[in-house]
Every structure is written in C-alpha cells, then in structure tokens.
C-alpha cells in the first residue's frame, strides 16, 4: 500500500496498479486502508485524487468491504455506500462532501445516462478507481460505462484521420474504452487471469511479459502462516458408474454433448446424491467437526443451483435416516429453481433459499444465512456459485466438491478454507469430481507472482474479418444501423430495442437461413469478436470507428441469434437408466506445489481460448457411448457391480492373438470385426476368476445373438482402431 502511495505522489494520475495478494491474507483491509489514504494523498500542496470510488460487483462482500471501510472513516460523510439507487451514485459522484464512494459497477450505465439527459459533466476531477478482485467484469461493457462517467477522454480527442460520419455517440463509447489520464486504477485480485493481467499489469520493457505492481503470494501467507495450505489433506474419489441403453433403436448423437448429459444424468440420479451424502455426513463427524474444539464446519461445492437443492434433500434424508442429531446443513442459492431432471423424484417442484432453510417453521432470510451458519448448532453449508467466493467463514475446516474446477475458479473456491483461525491448524477436501493432477495444475500459476504474455491485438481484427467472411453482414446495413444508434436517444426508451432489431433485420434473417452447423459457427464467431472487443479495445493503442460500429451491429445480432439458438443437447430420458453405482476413494495426499512448475498465462489466441483449439466433435451410436462412458468410469469392481467385464475380453483378446496386427493392416474394419464368436467366448472363459461374472456373459455371448454382436463390434472394433491409431 505503500509504495502504491509513493508511485501515485510522484507520478499522479493516469496509471495502472495490480496488486496480487493471496485470498485469505487481509485484502478487504489493504482496501479499506488504501482508499482512505489515497482519499487524504497530496503532492506537495495539491491533492492527488478529487475522490476515491472503491468498485466490487458481488453483493456479499459489497457489505462486508463496507463496514470495513466505514470502519476507518473519522470524519462522517467522507465515506458514501451506494446500496440503493443509481441515483445515490450521481448525488455521491457529483457532490463535495463525499470522498470515498463505495459502489457497484452495475450502476455506472444508468448514471452515464442520467448524466448525458442533465448534461453534467464529471470528467474535469481526478479519480482513483479501487476493483475488487478485478477479473472479467473489468473486460466488459459495465467498465465501458465506468470510464465513460469518470474519463477525461472526449471523442474528439481521438487521433482519426477524417470524419467518417460515424455518429457522435458511437465515438463517445470509442474514447470510453482506452486508458483515461484522469484515472488510476488500483485492482485487487489472488488470481489474475491473462486479461488481468493485459489490462492492469505492469509489462516489461524487454520481453513483454506482465506481472504485478506487488505480490504477496500464496506460498508467502502460507510459509507466514498467515493461510491455511488447503492442499494439506486432500482425498480423490472415482465415480463409478453402469449405464445400460433401453432404447433399442441406435440413434446418432453427438458424442460431447451426449457424454455431458450421461455424466448429469449419472449425478442426478438420487441413489448416487444419496451415497454421496452418507459419506459427506460421516467425514464431517468423524474429522471436521472434532475440529477447532468441536466447532469446525464445512462446505459442499456443487455445479448449479439445481444440485444445490438436491444435494440438501440428500443431506437432510441422511440425517434423519441415522438419527444424527447433532448434524444440521444449510443451503445457499439465489433465486427460485424449478427442478428440471427428468429422473429426479421431484421433477417439477421449485424451491427457495429461504424456503429450505426453515427456522422453527419460518424462512430464514438469504442476509440472515451467514450469522446463522456460524451458530453451534450448523455444521454444513451446500453451495452453487454463492459464497464460492467472497465468504469469509475461519471455522471452515473441511470442503466437499461435487463440481469440476478449473482454473482460477479452483483457486477461489477451495481458498473458502484458508481462513486461519486460533487452533486451526489442518483443513480436509473430499473431491467427487477433480483429479490430483488437475487442482495442481489450477493452484501452480499463483502459487509465486503470476505472470503473463501480452495479447496480439491482430486476433481482435481477425476476428471482426471472419463475422464479415459469413456474407450475413453488409456494408449498406451497417451505414442504416449508424443512422439509427445515432436517433436512438430521441426514441422512447421502450421502443429502441426494436428499432435496434429492425436495424439488424436483413441480417438476421440471412443468418438463421444457413444451415444449422454453418449457424453454430456464425454465433461463435460472433461470440469471439463480442468478447474480444470487450477486452482489446482498452489495450490496443487505435481501433477504427468502423470497428466500434461492427461490434454494436454484432452485438445486437448475436443477443437475437442466442435468444432463438435451441439447447442442441441430447433428450436421453427414457433411454438410459442407471444399474450400478460406487465411490471409490482414489487417495489423500498434500498436493505439493512449486513455482518452478508454473507457466506465464498465455495471451488470447485466435479461437478465444488462450490455448488450443479443441478438435472436431465426433459422432456415434448411443449404446457405444454408453459403453464408452462405462469404460471412462469403471474400475476394478465386485460381484454385485457386474462392470468392465467386456473390457477385460478385449483386452485378453488382443494380447493373445498377434496375429490380428497384420490383420487390421490387411483388412477394413467392418472385414476385421466379422466372425469373432471364438475369439471372444474363449477370452471371456481366460479373465479372471470370478465364475459367476463369467458364467452370465458366456451364457449371453453363446444364447443372444443381438449381444454377441454387439459386443463382437465393441470388442473387435476397439482393438482394431487401437491399432490403427498406433500406426501399424
């Protein structure tokens, strides 16, 4: 903070400050310091910033980093919260007595059209802008708006070589998206992603690269122990899962999207949340909740609001099924979810927060769940998205995750346990869903200070080149479009959306006229630029006018397109159902990390990943999907899981017979899998020992002619594509 303070006495405003510290380590403090000491910072005699605006866009821990900075008010007034209205925000902005304003960054577009009906001007004042955790919201259009109140840049201060008639509004929102020399932004985060980075990073001379103002790491707080290492104790389960088709027609369906819904339909399932929860249940008493003196609580991480209530019912079913009274869980979404699955038992139904959270009878209310949670009697927390991050909760010593976790949504959710606390000195993590090897990989690149490699603003280009390459959009309707954004403010507001939408028409209509496939691609396309635009523009040193009009243009015609765009998932109900199910547990182990092993995060490429591309999806018949899921799935299991049996018989087919190398060079496939009844019946008499298990296939291998060859064609067509991707 100091030497925040130090850069911005010398150098005034106009500057960029990304401060890396750990989650965990104190930031709502730090904040809360800062604004009040850049509030009161001089020059000399002149006061560096007119007033301090600290901007966070989550509702929780808006009130929690508002009491922290009223905290540190002394004389009353100074500090503004905007908790209501955007109309707060412009008195707070406009007025002389307010010097720190705590808002949100939702309510900039609406005092940016406040101030344009009034005619009011705020850019002739100095501003330090304070983000808490910057991440992708600071990439958007809401930032736009931000720098568009605040900025000193006014369109006709834009280096452009003629007036192409682009309309005054339209420049407006170009001079908007670059940097302001009125502005300085002080962005708070534990996890910079790569356009964090880009945009508020301090970039080397030499190479390029970029990398924070000031780091305080998360190997630093750890060794100071001021966190808690939440990769202590870490437990990995497997799934496993036996899928069987009741359809008897083979369909085609795509392959990706169909796996995704045989892995939800697999978790949705009430038996599977119903043995997930027996184990939840008895770790918590068994080891969390001993902890901390009996007061240690824990956390279920789910993937979606729907889950979150499933996973409740689950709970509560396993403790009044066990008479575990001293075991009671709370549940935490937003909104009202209506359950969708088409095999859940409750299909149908719509709950609430307050609703599953009775108390004596009565609702608990949503900004009441936290003081509740932290009273002896709860133990454990079910959650979807809400309070993943920005819940400070130090009694939370063990995490159960039922959710893929990527990146730097691993490092902020499991970061909920390294709050430290007197006497918490081991915190545990059941993962459902991710590997070792993945939270590894999602933890290295902030372990020490990130950093990244810059961003070629040629992909931003690149991409406006390739929405235009679909011929849906032309040059006389993108003039017509310009000619109506301009008249847009002279139009009652009910009726600019239509306005907007008629202007996009034509284009519109040549869009959903291509085929489906060729459509995809057009919205994705038009997706990249969105988003592309979005980020780059704040960063690249000139964008064309024409540019600014291709993105407004697009971005209308994308909402229309996504608004009509079907799910193109997969109906599987009715044609799956769940035989066999077991938790397997993998493991525990202290996932080590290492600075050494963390890669600069890579600049957007081409394709919007950051990375590479992902192949073409494939297709093919639902039973091999099925059974492919099996083989994903399965393990080593009993009797009474009768899995992986076919597996074993491919496998013992293929190392017995060697002679099938030079057949599958030989022949096609369709000739490779023709006439293997011997192959396969005498492999399934050779796996294992298990008599049963291989009675009851011999006897479906020698009677059913429909499963012989369909397990022929599994078998037989596995090893030969197994060869044939071998290259012999």
């Given at each position: 903070?100091?030497?925040?303070?130090?850069?911005?006495?010398?150098?005034?405003?106009?500057?960029?400050?990304?401060?890396?510290?750990?989650?965990?380590?104190?930031k709502?403090?730090?904040?809360?310091?800062?604004?009040?000491?850049?509030?009161?910072?001089?020059?000399?005699?002149?006061?560096?910033?007119?007033?301090?605006?600290?901007?966070?866009?989550?509702?929780?821990?808006?009130?929690?980093?508002?009491?922290?900075?009223?905290?540190?008010?002394?004389?009353?007034?100074?500090?503004?919260?905007?908790?209501?209205?955007?109309?707060q925000?412009?008195?707070?902005?406009?007025?002389?007595?307010?010097?720190?304003?705590?808002?949100?960054?939702?309510?900039?577009?609406?005092?940016?059209?406040?101030?344009?009906?009034?005619?009011?001007?705020?850019?002739?004042?100095?501003?330090?802008?304070?983000?808490?955790?910057?991440?992708?919201?600071?990439?958007?259009?809401?930032?736009?708006?931000?720098?568009?109140?605040?900025?000193?840049?006014?369109?006709?201060?834009l280096?452009?070589?003629?007036?192409?008639?682009?309309?005054?509004?339209?420049?407006?929102?170009?001079?908007?998206?670059?940097?302001?020399?009125?502005?300085?932004?002080?962005?708070?985060?534990?996890?910079?992603?790569?356009?964090?980075?880009?945009?508020?990073?301090?970039?080397?001379?030499?190479?390029?690269?970029?990398?924070?103002?000031?780091?305080?790491?998360?190997?630093?707080?750890?060794?100071?122990?001021?966190?808690?290492?939440?990769?202590?104790?870490?437990?990995?389960?497997?799934?496993?899962?036996?899928?069987?088709?009741?359809?008897?027609?083979?369909?085609e369906?795509?392959?990706?999207?169909?796996?995704?819904?045989?892995?939800?339909?697999?978790?949705?399932?009430?038996?599977?949340?119903?043995?997930?929860?027996?184990?939840?249940?008895?770790?918590?008493?068994?080891?969390?909740r001993p902890?901390?003196?009996?007061?240690g609580?824990?956390?279920?991480?789910?993937?979606?609001?729907?889950?979150?209530?499933?996973?409740?019912?689950?709970?509560?079913?396993?403790?009044?099924?066990?008479?575990?009274?001293?075991?009671?869980?709370?549940?935490?979404?937003?909104?009202?979810?209506?359950?969708?699955?088409?095999?859940?038992?409750?299909?149908?139904?719509?709950?609430?927060?307050?609703?599953?959270?009775?108390?004596?009878?009565?609702?608990?209310?949503?900004?009441k769940?936290?003081?509740?949670?932290d009273?002896?009697?709860?133990?454990?927390?079910?959650?979807?998205?809400?309070?993943?991050?920005?819940?400070?909760?130090?009694?939370?010593?063990?995490?159960?995750?039922?959710?893929?976790?990527?990146?730097?949504?691993?490092?902020q959710?499991?970061?909920?346990?390294?709050?430290?606390?007197?006497?918490?000195?081991?915190?545990?993590?059941?993962?459902?869903?991710?590997?070792?090897?993945?939270?590894?990989?999602?933890?290295?690149?902030?372990?020490?200070?990130?950093?990244?490699?810059?961003?070629?603003?040629?992909?931003?280009?690149?991409?406006?080149?390739e929405?235009?390459?679909?011929?849906?959009?032309?040059?006389?309707?993108?003039?017509?479009?310009?000619?109506?954004w301009?008249?847009?403010?002279?139009?009652?507001?009910?009726?600019?959306?239509?306005?907007?939408?008629?202007?996009?028409?034509?284009?519109?209509?040549?869009?959903?006229?291509?085929?489906?496939?060729?459509?995809?691609?057009?919205?994705?396309?038009?997706?990249?630029?969105?988003?592309?635009?979005?980020?780059?523009?704040?960063?690249?040193?000139?964008?064309?006018?024409?540019?600014?009009?291709?993105?407004?243009?697009?971005?209308?015609?994308?909402?229309?397109?996504?608004?009509?765009?079907?799910?193109?998932?997969?109906?599987?109900?009715?044609?799956?159902?769940?035989?066999?199910?077991?938790?397997?547990?993998?493991?525990?182990?202290?996932?080590?990390?290492?600075?050494?092993?963390?890669?600069?995060?890579?600049?957007?490429?081409?394709?919007?990943?950051?990375?590479?591309?992902?192949?073409?999806?494939?297709?093919?018949?639902?039973?091999?999907?099925?059974?492919?899921?099996?083989?994903?799935?399965?393990?080593?299991?009993?009797?009474?899981?009768?899995?992986?049996?076919?597996?074993?018989?491919?496998?013992?087919v293929?190392?017995?017979?060697?002679?099938l190398?030079?057949?599958?060079?030989?022949?096609?496939?369709?000739?490779?899998?023709?006439?293997?009844?011997?192959?396969?019946?005498?492999a399934?008499?050779?796996?294992?020992?298990?008599?049963?298990?291989?009675?009851?296939?011999?006897?479906?291998?020698?009677?059913?002619?429909?499963?012989?060859?369909r397990?022929?064609?599994?078998?037989?067509?596995?090893?030969?594509?197994?060869?044939?991707?071998?290259?012999?």
């Amino acid at each position: 903070m100091v030497e925040c303070q130090a850069h911005a006495r010398v150098h005034g405003t106009g500057h960029h400050y990304l401060i890396q510290h750990s989650a965990g380590s104190g930031k709502t403090k730090e904040i809360a310091w800062l604004a009040h000491e850049l509030s009161s910072l001089h020059a000399g005699d002149v006061k560096v910033f007119d007033k301090v605006v600290v901007i966070t866009d989550r509702r929780v821990l808006d009130a929690q980093l508002r009491r922290q900075i009223e905290q540190f008010e002394q004389v009353s007034g100074v500090v503004r919260s905007v908790d209501q209205h955007s109309s707060q925000l412009r008195e707070a902005l406009l007025g002389q007595q307010a010097k720190i304003v705590v808002t949100t960054l939702q309510k900039f577009p609406f005092v940016l059209r406040q101030l344009n009906e009034e005619g009011e001007r705020l850019a002739d004042r100095r501003y330090a802008v304070i983000v808490d955790e910057a991440h992708s919201s600071q990439t958007g259009e809401s930032a736009a708006d931000l720098k568009a109140v605040l900025g000193s840049v006014a369109a006709d201060e834009l280096d452009l070589d003629e007036d192409d008639g682009t309309p005054p509004a339209l420049l407006a929102q170009l001079a908007a998206r670059g940097r302001q020399p009125n502005l300085s932004f002080f962005a708070f985060t534990a996890t910079p992603k790569g356009k964090t980075l880009e945009l508020f990073g301090d970039r080397d001379p030499v190479d390029g690269s970029l990398a924070a103002f000031h780091t305080y790491s998360m190997r630093q707080a750890i060794e100071e122990d001021f966190i808690v290492d939440v990769l202590r104790n870490y437990t990995t389960y497997d799934q496993l899962f036996r899928l069987e088709t009741e359809a008897r027609e083979t369909f085609e369906v795509p392959k990706g999207k169909a796996s995704t819904r045989l892995a939800q339909f697999a978790r949705f399932h009430p038996y599977v949340k119903a043995q997930k929860a027996a184990v939840v249940v008895e770790h918590f008493k068994q080891v969390v909740r001993p902890l901390l003196g009996g007061r240690g609580k824990a956390m279920v991480v789910c993937a979606s609001r729907e889950e979150a209530v499933q996973w409740k019912r689950a709970l509560d079913q396993e403790i009044e099924r066990h008479g575990h009274d001293d075991v009671r869980a709370l549940v935490a979404f937003s909104d009202e979810v209506t359950i969708r699955s088409p095999d859940a038992d409750n299909l149908g139904m719509s709950y609430t927060e307050p609703e599953m959270n009775k108390i004596g009878g009565r609702p608990l209310s949503e900004t009441k769940l936290p003081e509740e949670f932290d009273k002896p009697e709860y133990g454990v927390l079910v959650v979807a998205e809400k309070y993943q991050t920005g819940f400070d909760q130090p009694k939370l010593c063990g995490m159960y995750v039922d959710k893929k976790l990527v990146g730097v949504n691993a490092v902020q959710t499991l970061s909920r346990l390294n709050r430290a606390a007197l006497g918490k000195d081991e915190v545990y993590v059941l993962d459902f869903a991710n590997t070792a090897e993945e939270i590894r990989a999602a933890f290295e690149p902030f372990y020490g200070q990130t950093e990244g490699g810059p961003t070629d603003p040629n992909v931003l280009f690149d991409s406006a080149d390739e929405v235009r390459s679909y011929g849906v959009i032309d040059d006389a309707e993108l003039e017509r479009f310009v000619g109506d954004w301009a008249a847009v403010e002279e139009v009652d507001e009910h009726k600019r959306h239509a306005l907007l939408s008629t202007s996009t028409q034509s284009a519109y209509d040549r869009a959903v006229a291509l085929d489906s496939d060729r459509l995809g691609e057009l919205r994705d396309a038009l997706n990249r630029f969105f988003r592309f635009y979005g980020f780059l523009a704040q960063v690249v040193p000139y964008v064309p006018p024409q540019t600014e009009v291709l993105f407004q243009f697009s971005k209308v015609l994308l909402k229309r397109l996504l608004s009509r765009a079907p799910d193109g998932g997969v109906n599987l109900s009715g044609t799956v159902e769940l035989t066999h199910f077991r938790l397997e547990r993998v493991g525990t182990e202290h996932i080590g990390l290492s600075e050494d092993g963390a890669k600069p995060l890579a600049g957007i490429t081409g394709d919007g990943t950051g990375g590479e591309a992902q192949g073409e999806i494939p297709l093919g018949p639902l039973a091999e999907l099925v059974e492919a899921f099996n083989e994903r799935y399965g393990g080593e299991l009993g009797d009474a899981d009768a899995l992986r049996v076919l597996t074993d018989v491919r496998d013992s087919v293929r190392e017995g017979n060697a002679e099938l190398v030079a057949q599958a060079e030989a022949n096609s496939r369709d000739d490779f899998v023709r006439h293997r009844d011997d192959l396969l019946i005498g492999a399934a008499m050779e796996v294992g020992d298990d008599r049963e298990k291989q009675g009851k296939l011999l006897k479906a291998l020698l009677d059913d002619e429909e499963f012989r060859a369909r397990a022929g064609e599994l078998v037989m067509g596995s090893i030969y594509d197994g060869y044939r991707a071998e290259g012999r």
